[in-house]
């Protein structure tokens, strides 16, 4: 239950780390006045043939980046928004010429799809949700899930898209009596759905039936925790997470990301292992996104941490470029690229 | 250690969906 438990990772220092497993391979200008506030990567087909694409996310504007020869890039479509901002791009897996957007001041109000018309190629935006939404995730088998309500009257919906992003199916879900912070998929279960609450606890859903299985309580050192992935494994549940409101340790630095290993038959759980940032490296993290073994992370800073999670280390340092913070940071969904954007509208694409 | 997380199901997810429905 504790995290006196979890084994810290080693912490090499920064003067050890250094870009050397990060090499830029290619710069996207989004020239948009407004503040960039997120990018993502997806497959758009168009002619019959689908390309890699970026998508980037300005306060009004988001646009739908393809690939030209030699790592250049050509804005195709662009989506406008005029009454209330977009807070984040919200991918979802297995959908091809659809992404959604969450648009809101401070929480998040709406919910959108953002396609192209068949007839004309003119692109089209449609309201899934609106109303007080705290939590939204897109999920493989092209299903996004959200939660929204207060705590007497939440709600937790899943929608399911038809192939070419249209018509889609409702289910809710049974709400547990707390609000939700953050959704999780559990890796190869696809119909297991986590979620992490403002009371500590992560709960667990089966989504083919809609019952709430399990509340499971974790340890109370780290408050408002994210869930980035999980995986079942001999019985025990692996889960992910990520420490936006940790404070600054002394001895250990700031925990970034930890791994905690729970029996869902149970509920007991504890901690495996922290990845805190390396010695000598100020701040606390701010925002980051894992995929497969690798976590990645924008400090306070201004600075991009990686880890390895399974050697269970930082492995490179990404120091602010051309006297611009990092602001936020994605791994590519269709290839092993880092996407990494400072607020200007600067994405710089690293192969890692 | 993971003793102390008591007995492991590796059918905990159909496990726990069955006695969710009782």
Known sequence: ?352 | SLKDLGPISLNWFEELSSEALL
């Open chain 1, 1 to 352: 239950h504790s995290t006196e438990q979890t084994k810290v990772a080693d912490l090499p220092t920064c003067d050890s780390l250094n870009t050397g497993s990060l090499q830029l391979v290619s710069k996207l200008k989004n020239p948009s006045g407004s503040c960039s506030v997120d990018v993502s990567a997806m497959w758009w087909e168009r002619a019959g043939f689908k390309e890699p694409c970026i998508i980037t996310a300005c306060e009004y504007v988001v646009s739908l980046w393809k690939p030209l020869d030699t790592w250049q890039w050509e804005k195709i479509y662009t989506w406008h928004f005029i009454e209330v901002p977009v807070l984040q791009i919200v991918p979802v897996p297995d959908v091809c010429n659809l992404v959604c957007v969450a648009l809101g001041s401070l929480e998040i109000r709406e919910i959108r799809a953002l396609l192209c018309s068949s007839d004309d190629e003119s692109e089209k935006q449609v309201l899934l949700k609106s109303g007080n939404i705290k939590a939204v995730l897109g999920l493989t088998k092209r299903r996004l899930v959200s939660s929204s309500g207060t705590l007497c009257d939440q709600q937790v919906e899943l929608m399911t898209f038809a192939e070419d992003g249209g018509n889609k199916e409702k289910q809710f879900l049974m709400p547990p009596e707390e609000t939700i912070l953050t959704f999780g998929e559990v890796q190869g279960m696809q119909d297991a759905l986590l979620g992490t609450t403002t009371m500590n606890n992560i709960v667990i859903w089966n989504l083919k039936t809609g019952q709430l299985l399990k509340k499971m309580h974790i340890d109370d050192s780290y408050q408002a925790s994210v869930c980035h992935k999980a995986y079942s494994e001999m019985g025990l549940l692996f889960v992910i997470l990520s420490h936006p409101c940790a404070k600054e340790r002394e001895a250990l630095g700031s925990p970034a990301f930890q791994l905690i290993v729970i029996n869902p038959k149970t509920a007991l759980n504890m901690g495996v292992m922290l990845y805190c940032l390396p010695q000598g490296q100020a701040g606390r993290f701010l925002e980051g996104d894992v995929r497969d073994h690798v976590a990645a992370a924008v400090l306070t800073s201004g600075t991009i941490a990686i880890w390895d999670l399974l050697l269970g280390h930082c492995t490179a340092l990404l120091p602010p470029t051309s006297d611009q913070n990092w602001s936020f940071v994605k791994w590519s969904g269709t290839d092993s690229h880092l996407l990494a954007g400072q607020k200007d509208g600067n994405i710089f694409i690293y192969r890692y």
